[in-house]
Structure formats: structure tokens, C-alpha cells
């Protein structure tokens, strides 16, 4: 067969990554977690007693074929909706059939419900009647954290398994595979890749398999033949064949990346510094995310061990908004080191947490008399004096009641032995924190 027979012959065919589409777990490539030797979802697939299941993960690490071979596997009706097009109606008529179809037959019915956080609440609520009766058992797949996107309700009805990003030896295997599968694959081409053509394909699509086979594909159909009417498949031909992907930002990958900052800026300057600049740069997030994260932090996480870091962090923001990007990145990343490498305190988060603590305990607080406002006449008569000032007296402190009485002796503010708040752990031994407040 030529390449022109085969071109013509694969027109009527599906695309290469459909064809080769695992039709069993022997086939299945990756998820060893999942659905290797006597792992559960395995055993619950061969013996055909699949329930509710909720397939988390990454574009290209086999969320749709995992549900094909469970439909492939069971004795019940496979039905498939993707959540972009599909409304409550056609749900409802899934459902009507499925309940019919257990009432007269008693054949179940799998719903496979395909980027399922693309369902807003409404429709997802249409199916949890259904999910908890049994009508249908429900499997649904979605790239976003189902945390975020998909129903609570729902979720809890649901086994949760994520899938994990696949390696390039993963799609290496697919690619071979395909190479040597003269049924359904490029096997009955006269065709051969360099290992290095294979390995750029299979570093290129990143652990997504779809992705490596559609580039082989491209490659192998589009590559003229030689002068024996063999086809070779060079790294320069992988390197058109393939680019290297744009990073989609969906908001499950914003929080991770903001969350992996944040934490970044507790520990390590060189992590800190390289999430920011990923995500601006690569995922085209807004670097105002990052300062407000960053303002937040030094708070937060450096507070009076080192209050410059706070000015710091303001600084930079002011920068971004004076002169933009990428001009002020030299700014924030200046401020964002400076942050990671202070002297760390939670002192202040803790200190707040007392407080909340302390108003769930009380409806109101009355302030002491001696506090109170007294500059106006009559304040006086109301009782409303005998505040000591303290900078009439040694070291501008005196002794006196500030706290409502309900509170009195309370401590929220522990400085701890970090940069400046050694200072002021100091201090607060030397007042003796004993005493009334």
C-alpha cells in the first residue's frame, strides 16, 4: 500500500488516536494507581460492577478511554453526552429511557457525561434524582478540580479518582504501538521514525498521548515518500509536526499556582520567584494577583519580624501600576525576595484568630468608663473618667484596665524571638503580661 492509497482510504476512516483508542485494560497505557493489578476500579470494571465514578485529570491521560472500556466491559446501555452542548432535556431523556429500559429489561444504563464542570448547577442538579435512585450510574470527566466545579451533592454521590499526568514513556509506548498496529494503526505503511523523531514527539506532547499520536499522524501522512516509496520520519519532520502548546490557565490551575507562590514565599526565594514569572509569562496571568497575594503574605507570614517587607510589597505595586509590565517585573521580583528571605512570624494571623475567637464569645463589649469618651461636659458625672495618661509616666506605660471587663487578663499579641519582634517580646517581659491589661 502507498501513501496515497492509504491517504485516500484513512479520509474514510476515524483519526489515528481515535483508532488507536485502548479497547480493554490490557491495552489501557498509564493509571497503574488506578487500574493496575487488583487495584479496585480494576476489579470493579471486570466484574462489571462499576458505580458512580468522577475521572479527574489532565487533557490526554485517558479520562475518555477509561470510559469507553467500561462500556466496552459492561452488559448495560453506554450512553455519551458532552457537557459544552448537551442540556437538561437530553439528561431527562437519558433518564426517562434509563428508567424505562431497568423497568422492562432491567438493564442498567451508564450515562458518560464529558467535561462535566462545563454543566452549571442547574443541570448537574437534574441528575442527582436519578444518581441516587440507581437509575443511571453516572461517570463523569472534567480537567478542572471537581472541587471547585461540580455540584457538592453530586460530588458526594460519586468515587472520585484522579488520574495522574502521563510521562513521555507512556506516549512513547502509544506511539510504537501505533507504528507496529498494521490493523489500526500506521503499521501498513511503508514507514520508519528515527528514535530521536519519537522521543521530540513524545517531549513535545508533554504526557498527552492523543496529542503525540495526532503529530505521528500529521507527520506520517504528510511526509512525501522516497525514491523506494518508503516514508522517513526525521526529527526535522517531528519538529514541524508538533509545537510546543500554549498553557491553558483554567481557574483550578490559577489557585494551584497562587497557592504554590504563596507557600514559595515561606521557604524558598528561587521556587517563589519561578511560579511568579510562570504564571505571568507563561499562563498570561495578571501580576496583580501576585502582589495582592504578596501584600497578604507579608503580613501574614512576616508581619513585625520585619515590617519593611509590607513596604516592600506596596512599592512594587505602585511600580506595576506606574511604568507596567514587564518593565516592573525587576521591582516585584526585588520585593518578593526580599519577603522570602526576612525573618518569618505568624504572630499577627495568630493574634487575629484570638480576637474572632473572642467576639463569638460576646454579643456586645461595653467600654471600661475610664476610656470612654470625655470631651464633653457632663462626661464627668457620668462616671466617665479616671483614664492615666500614659506618657505622664516612666517609660510612657502605666498599668491600667483597656480590655472590656469580660476579657480582662486576655493576651492575643505574643511577639515571638523573630527580627524585630525579639524587640518586642522584650518589652512585653518586662511589662510582665501577667498582669491586668
Not at 165 to 193: C, F, K, N, Q, V
Not at 360 to 366: I, K, L, V
Request: proline letters at 4%; aromatic letters at 8%.
Amino acid at each position: 500500500m502507498d501513501l496515497f492509497s492509504f491517504s485516500s482510504s484513512a479520509s474514510e476512516k476515524r483519526l489515528l488516536a481515535d483508532r488507536m483508542r485502548p479497547r480493554d485494560l490490557s491495552e489501557y497505557i498509564g493509571q497503574e494507581h488506578l487500574v493496575g493489578e487488583g487495584k479496585m476500579l480494576r476489579r470493579a470494571i471486570e466484574a462489571d460492577q462499576v458505580t458512580s465514578l468522577l475521572l479527574y485529570g489532565p487533557p490526554g491521560t485517558g479520562k475518555t478511554t477509561l470510559a469507553h472500556i467500561i462500556a466496552n466491559q459492561s452488559q448495560g446501555e453506554f450512553v455519551r453526552l458532552n457537557a459544552v452542548d448537551a442540556s437538561v432535556k437530553d439528561v431527562r431523556e437519558v433518564i426517562d429511557r434509563a428508567r424505562d429500559q431497568k423497568a422492562m429489561y432491567g438493564t442498567k444504563t451508564i450515562l458518560f457525561l464529558d467535561e462535566v464542570h462545563r454543566f452549571n448547577t442547574a443541570r448537574q442538579d437534574a441528575l442527582l434524582p436519578s444518581v441516587e435512585e440507581g437509575t443511571i450510574i453516572f461517570i463523569g470527566a472534567t480537567t478542572e478540580n471537581p472541587y471547585h466545579h461540580v455540584n457538592g451533592a453530586l460530588l458526594s454521590r460519586s468515587t472520585l479518582f484522579q488520574l495522574k499526568p502521563l510521562t513521555e514513556e507512556h506516549s512513547l509506548i502509544a506511539l510504537r504501538r501505533a507504528l507496529a498496529d498494521e490493523e489500526r494503526g500506521l503499521g501498513s505503511l511503508p514507514l520508519a521514525a528515527d528514535e530521536e523523531a519519537l522521543l521530540h514527539i513524545a517531549h513535545v506532547a508533554n504526557g498527552d498521548i492523543r496529542r503525540a499520536l495526532q503529530a505521528l499522524e500529521l507527520a506520517a501522512l504528510t511526509t512525501p515518500p522516497a525514491a523506494d516509496g518508503n516514508i522517513h520520519i526525521t526529527l526535522e519532520v517531528a519538529e514541524e509536526s508538533i509545537r510546543h502548546p500554549t498553557v491553558k490557565a483554567d481557574k483550578s490551575t490559577q489557585y494551584d499556582v497562587l497557592s504554590a507562590f504563596h507557600k514559595s514565599i515561606r521557604g524558598s526565594s528561587d521556587a517563589a520567584l519561578f511560579w511568579f514569572i510562570y504564571a505571568v509569562e507563561k499562563l498570561g496571568m495578571d501580576p496583580m494577583v501576585f502582589l495582592r497575594r504578596l501584600i497578604v503574605a507579608c503580613s501574614e507570614d512576616i508581619g513585625l519580624a520585619n515590617p519593611q517587607a509590607m513596604i516592600q510589597a506596596v512599592t512594587a505595586m505602585d511600580a506595576y501600576h506606574k511604568i507596567g509590565w514587564p518593565e516592573s517585573k525587576y521591582g516585584i521580583a526585588q520585593a518578593i525576595l526580599f519577603a522570602v528571605e526576612s525573618p518569618k512570624s505568624n504572630s499577627l494571623p495568630l493574634a487575629l484568630g484570638r480576637v474572632e475567637e473572642a467576639l463569638q464569645r460576646f454579643s456586645s463589649a461595653a467600654v471600661p468608663l475610664h476610656l470612654r469618651d470625655a470631651h464633653y461636659s457632663g462626661a464627668q458625672k457620668l462616671g466617665h473618667q479616671g483614664y492615666k495618661y500614659p506618657h505622664d509616666y516612666p517609660n510612657h506605660y502605666v498599668e491600667q484596665q483597656y480590655l472590656p471587663d469580660e476579657l480582662t487578663g486576655q493576651i492575643f499579641f505574643e511577639a515571638n524571638e523573630q527580627g524585630m519582634e525579639e524587640k518586642m517580646r522584650m518589652n512585653q517581659q518586662k511589662r510582665n503580661r501577667s498582669r491586668v491589661r
